[in-house]
């Protein structure tokens, strides 16, 4: 088991904690271990989510990777705690979490509250069933292309959307390959909450 840089189970400072949410198993384990240190480098308490108490199995695309102790559990986290919400790719991790009892009220109350949500290569799978896409312009891994458009997005084909045009601001990447604009523009979207 691999720690991300904290110490499981420890309560942060509850106004400066981001939640990273994921299934199981199935998450792309370097869309979560960059933009975790991202956020974690700019003064913010990472905290991993996911549907039940132990540890999640990261991949690294069809192999495992290694295992991160869960912090909360989907149902017991409460989102009035976090300042943003991260939702990492990996093909297995979204489509498990879209089914799973409490995720999609979990996802919504970071939109009903205006808060940044950041989603990185298929994460976007998980607000299609949240309803949450509609009227907005995000990217993705472009299998996912399709499904987005269905939900009322707008699908476009860049490293780094920014999207403003709803309730909170919606940061979105297609790839692996596109981290380092998305842990930006991650980082950059905390920083006013906190000035």
């Known amino acids: 088991m691999t ?7 420890r309560r942060a400072d509850t106004a400066r904690q981001v939640a990273f949410l994921t299934a199981k198993e199935g998450v792309e384990q370097v869309e ?6 991202a956020v974690r480098d700019a003064g913010f308490t990472p905290v991993l989510v996911s549907t039940e108490e132990g540890t999640v199995q990261a991949f690294h695309h069809l192999d495992r990777a290694d ?3 869960v912090d909360a559990t989907v149902t017991g986290a409460d989102p009035g705690d976090f300042d943003a919400l991260v939702l990492p790719g990996g093909v297995a991790n979204p489509d498990t979490l879209r089914w799973q009892p409490g995720v999609v009220p979990f996802v919504r109350t970071f939109f009903d ?6 989603v990185i290569c298929h994460g976007p799978w998980t607000l299609i069933e949240a309803d949450v896409v509609r009227g907005r312009r995000v990217t993705s891994w472009p299998s996912l292309r399709t499904d987005l458009r269905n939900a009322g997005a707008t699908w476009v084909d860049d490293e780094v959307v920014i999207c403003r045009s ?12 596109d981290l380092p604009a998305f842990e930006s ?4 979207e905390l920083a006013p909450a906190h000035v």
């Open 3 to 9: 720690n991300l840089g904290h110490d499981a189970g």
């Open 32 to 37: 979560l271990t960059g933009p975790w240190r």
């Open 67 to 69: 295992t991160f102790p």
């Open 113 to 118: 509250r205006g808060l940044p949500v950041a």
């Open 166 to 177: 709803g309730p909170s601001p919606l940061i979105s990447s297609r790839r692996p390959g």
């Open 185 to 188: 523009a991650l980082v950059g």
